[in-house]
């Protein structure tokens, strides 16, 4: 009997060290998004997910899923009820966690701050206006001009979804305009949308760069200006919007990864180690510039995570106030 406690309180030592808690992850990871594919997010999911998962631990895999809708307020929705043990995280970005809580009409199910676990950063990305190739205006000053001088609904805007940054980004440039007013045609994705613009369903709109960098290479749409305060370097011949056409307008987006509420700090730490890891590597952070996200370079811990993204929910809700923006669902 003696022998038998001594197995047991052995196996549960082995269980309680740190070579037991090595056992993460136990199965596949998921890595949600909030779009469909083709997206900005889908895009920067699918670039990390390979050497991020071999950074958590050899021989770890994971699995981008999408959940598209209401600008990734329903897969954020979602993510909060999963078991917080680390093998489902999301990587999220400006429009479900910063804007919609802000401007959506009713707000929404969930709390930016309380209801997540804020992980670390991806990295950053600026929007760029683009247009149909058909489009009366073929410079970011042309377009800007015909956009003013518009009748009322004249134009239609495509977006990645209600309450999405592309959606802000053109309310905002509306006011700018004087109030010119514009019809929302709203998508699913960044890919989607460009199809969109490329397909004439929506004249012009602001996407996130990373969505639209094939299509603009491509020729598919037009690229007038990126909403950056400097251009873009994997872009340099296409000028910044506050340069061409609207001096002081600036607007960009981010990438960052959040699993569900109450994860445990370590699980927390090792997930950041591995994160942190992945986008310092060189090959992956050009790789991530070429398709129009710069990989973040600042202080990249749990901590600095929640307050950037304090930061950025108290940003988004100073701006909506000031500009009376509401976003219908």
């Avoid at 309180?9 to 998921?30: D, F, K, N, W």
């Avoid at 001009?145 to 592309?166: C, H, K, N």
């Avoid at 960044?190 to 602001?206: C, K, P, R, S, V």
Wanted: proline share 7%.
């Amino acid at each position: 009997m003696f022998r038998r406690f001594a197995l047991a309180a052995s196996c549960l030592a082995v269980l309680a060290s740190p070579l037991g808690a090595q056992t993460y992850p136990e199965r596949a990871i998921t890595l949600a998004t909030g779009f469909a594919p083709g997206g900005s997010t889908d895009i920067a999911s699918r670039l990390i997910s390979e050497r991020f998962a071999a950074q958590i631990s050899p021989g770890a895999r994971m699995v981008v899923e999408n959940r598209a809708g209401a600008s990734g307020v329903v897969a954020s929705d979602w993510l909060r009820r999963q078991a917080p043990d680390g093998h489902t995280i999301m990587l999220v970005e400006v429009s479900s966690h910063a804007i919609a809580p802000a401007a959506l009409e009713g707000g929404t199910p969930y709390d930016p701050m309380a209801d997540f676990t804020h992980i670390g950063m991806v990295g950053t990305a600026p929007l760029i206006l683009v247009s149909n190739p058909n489009f009366p205006a073929r410079t970011a000053s042309e377009a800007v001009a015909r956009l003013r001088a518009s009748r009322p609904e004249e134009f239609a805007y495509a977006t990645s979804g209600v309450g999405s940054i592309p959606h802000l980004a053109v309310e905002v440039m509306a006011l700018a305009l004087g109030g010119a007013r514009f019809t929302h045609v709203p998508y699913r994705s960044g890919g989607l949308m460009l199809t969109a613009i490329h397909q004439g369903e929506g004249q012009f709109g602001i996407a996130v760069l990373a969505s639209a960098a094939g299509q603009v290479r491509d020729g598919m749409v037009r690229g007038l200006a990126v909403t950056s305060r400097e251009r873009f370097p994997s872009f340099p011949d296409v000028p910044t919007l506050n340069e061409a056409a609207m001096p002081g307008f600036e607007m960009t987006t981010w990438n960052m990864i959040v699993g569900p509420p109450n994860m445990p700090p370590a699980l927390v730490a090792q997930i950041n180690r591995a994160l942190v890891a992945a986008v310092s590597d060189a090959s992956l952070r050009d790789r991530l510039l070429g398709a129009g996200v710069s990989a973040w370079t600042e202080p990249n811990t749990p901590e600095t995570t929640r307050a950037f993204m304090a930061a950025e929910v108290a940003k988004y809700r100073d701006v909506v106030a000031r500009t009376g923006i509401r976003l219908q669902r």
